[in-house]
């Protein structure tokens, strides 16, 4: 699956590095000085890359742990996010990861040591002086677990998430990569959260991922082991037959997964900054969803109002049918 | 449908050779500052070109190339020549996955994007021939001329480098016969026609996407665009192809008269708000 992989003389020794070296004893090894060197330079392909993604080992300097921007919550005013990993197996359309990044090789910082010392600074200093649960987001620049296999991140960070229980966890994912999960005892501080779309969005846009289905019945499957899950319908996607669709998607997730296993609901509209979006739009210029019916406000690339209002109130009346008041986030359009 | 573009760039004439003859190219004798040989193969358009020895002449050409338009961005640029290495075989091929110059102390990491398994070097481009190996991995004196080159016009994700290894600590460049070179470029062909078929489908890929409308030309040619309209008209014409790929702008838009219009009915159709199609 690996056929290259660039290391960091830094962290050559690492024994993440070994391990993972050790996995695939086929790969050409390549040394670097700094990850930016492959990562960061200019005139590089994103859509080329997909096709063969490298692995990239690399230590993480600076500030591991950051803040999430103001709207981002599920419930809690302290949001953090960290990325042990950048740049996703998988090929959504709608990803901003493809705008932000030049390369589509996937970055692994094997230091999470240094990881778990920037959590515990961020915790012990939000607890300084409120009880009120921090949460941290994994899945913000990469999936949490489609890469599993690899990053070991349940064996390296749950431990931290065991210890501390005023530190809340969310993984998001699209994977159904769900055996790590079901090998240890659930953390009642941790939401597995599925990133849900109706099936023939998964088919059509969110190249690579599991099937809509799969999702759901891992969801379920972790749901019964006793993992709190979260739903996340974001971005919501205007085609054909949205209604009816997302309709359906409710439907079978409120059948399959109960409703006391959900932590939270969020929806979302599709958006993104204007020259991310001129990134994507020269990298696929023939794509159905990049050539929908979006519009730039001067900052932003979005659906017309109208419709993000249309989605947004029609799909709300959906969750709310189904999820109590509390457990629903909406991003508000 | 477009044909993909494969444009070979060696030092000698002694390691184009091979690919001339087993492409067979002819030689394109209106250009006379370098060497340049032209054909087809299986549907891939081939173009042979010789710079001489050493990066700067390298790079040079291939600036060249671009500014006579032998080559485009789309096209597969590859490097093939012969190399030293600390300890590879005589004759053995391989792709660099790092050129590292010695001239400027540049590094260049080419994305390896091809699913091949030749063996893989880093490569050092160093100003005259290599005794001593004390690096490990290959030793050319071109390789940092290609690779700044096409980071700068071409598509990295389809330029490559494959040498063949003509000298090594236990065969001196000094002792290689010259006549050697075509032979082991030659004994490694087959390994390399796969690479080239299949870089060539890359570079079609890549041409198709950058292809414009077949309205594109014919509406500039009915009115005045300003270069800023000719690229909001070439995106237009792109959605128009993903909305409505059975139907001819040019039916539906009516007669506008000035670009403005064009740009603004072409806009008026693609902004109603149509939900995008995927099928189930």
């Not at chain 1, 972790?222 to 669709?245: C, F, S, V």
């Not at chain 1, 309709?247 to 929806?267: A, F």
Request: proline share 6%; with cysteine.
């Amino acid at each position: 699956m690996i056929e290259q992989i660039y290391i960091e003389d830094s962290v050559r020794e690492h024994p993440t590095t070994l391990r993972v070296c050790n996995q695939f004893p086929k790969a050409s090894i390549v040394s670097i000085g700094r990850y930016g060197e492959v990562f960061n330079r200019s005139n590089q392909n994103f859509r080329l890359q997909k096709k063969k993604s490298a692995l990239i080992l690399a230590e993480k300097q600076n500030e591991t742990v950051l803040p999430t921007p103001s709207n981002y919550t599920i419930g809690g005013s302290k949001n953090y996010y960290f990325s042990h990993m950048l740049n996703c197996l998988y090929d959504c359309r709608y990803c901003f990861l493809q705008g932000m990044f030049r390369s589509a090789n996937y970055v692994f910082f094997v230091n999470d040591e240094d990881f778990k010392k920037g959590l515990q600074s961020v915790l012990d200093q939000e607890s300084a002086n409120s009880e009120e649960p921090v949460y941290f987001f994994s899945g913000y620049d990469c999936d949490s677990l489609a890469l599993e296999k690899i990053t070991q991140f349940t064996i390296h960070y749950f431990p931290f998430f065991r210890e501390n229980k005023n530190a809340m966890l969310e993984l998001r994912t699209k994977s159904s990569n769900i055996r790590p999960l079901l090998s240890v005892p659930p953390l009642p501080n941790a939401i597995i959260a599925f990133t849900m779309s109706p099936e023939p969005i998964a088919k059509e846009v969110e190249h690579k991922s599991a099937s809509t289905l799969r999702r759901i019945q891992s969801a379920k499957k972790l749901a019964h082991a006793g993992w709190r899950i979260g739903l996340r319908l974001d971005p919501l996607i205007y085609h054909e037959n949205w209604k009816e669709n997302y309709s359906l998607l409710l439907d079978q997730l409120s059948k399959e997964i109960p409703e006391e296993s959900i932590h939270s609901v969020t929806m979302g509209p599709m958006r993104f900054p204007k020259a991310m979006f001129h990134r994507i739009q020269e990298l696929y210029p023939k794509d159905p969803l990049i050539s929908g019916p979006l519009h730039s406000d001067g900052k932003n690339v979005s659906y017309e109002k109208s419709i993000e209002m249309e989605m947004h109130a029609y799909c709300k009346e959906l969750l709310s049918n189904y999820y109590s008041e509390n457990r629903l986030f909406c991003y508000e359009v | 449908m477009n044909q993909g573009d494969i444009c070979i760039v060696t030092a000698f004439m002694l390691e184009a050779e091979t690919f001339i003859h087993n492409l067979g190219l002819k030689q394109e004798t209106v250009f006379r500052e370098y060497p340049t040989f032209i054909g087809e193969d299986e549907g891939i358009h081939y173009t042979v070109l010789i710079s001489g020895l050493g990066a700067f002449r390298m790079a040079q050409m291939i600036a060249w190339a671009f500014g006579k338009t032998l080559v485009r961005p789309s096209t597969s640029i590859i490097n093939i020549g012969i190399a030293g290495h600390s300890n590879l075989e005589f004759g053995q091929i391989f792709k660099a996955n790092k050129c590292v110059s010695s001239f400027s102390n540049e590094t260049w990491f080419p994305p390896m994007v091809l699913k091949d398994s030749l063996i893989q070097s880093s490569l050092y481009c160093v100003s005259k021939p290599e005794t001593d190996y004390k690096l490990a991995g290959g030793y050319d004196m071109e390789s940092a001329g290609f690779f700044s080159a096409i980071s700068k016009f071409g598509i990295p994700e389809l330029c490559h480098a494959f040498k063949v290894v003509s000298d090594n600590p236990q065969n001196s460049w000094r002792d290689l016969n010259k006549s050697e070179i075509p032979m082991i470029v030659e004994k490694n062909i087959s390994i390399l026609m796969p690479l080239f078929k299949e870089l060539g489908n890359l570079s079609r890929n890549e041409l198709d996407l950058s292809t414009e409308h077949p309205a594109y030309d014919i509406i500039l040619k009915k009115a005045h665009f300003s270069k800023t309209q000719q690229f909001q008209l070439s995106k237009l014409l792109k959605r128009w192809d993903t909305y409505f790929p059975h139907s001819d702008p040019l039916d539906k838009l009516g007669n506008p008269v000035n670009s403005k219009q064009w740009l603004q009915k072409l806009t008026a159709k693609l902004d109603f708000p149509m939900p995008s199609k995927f099928s189930p």
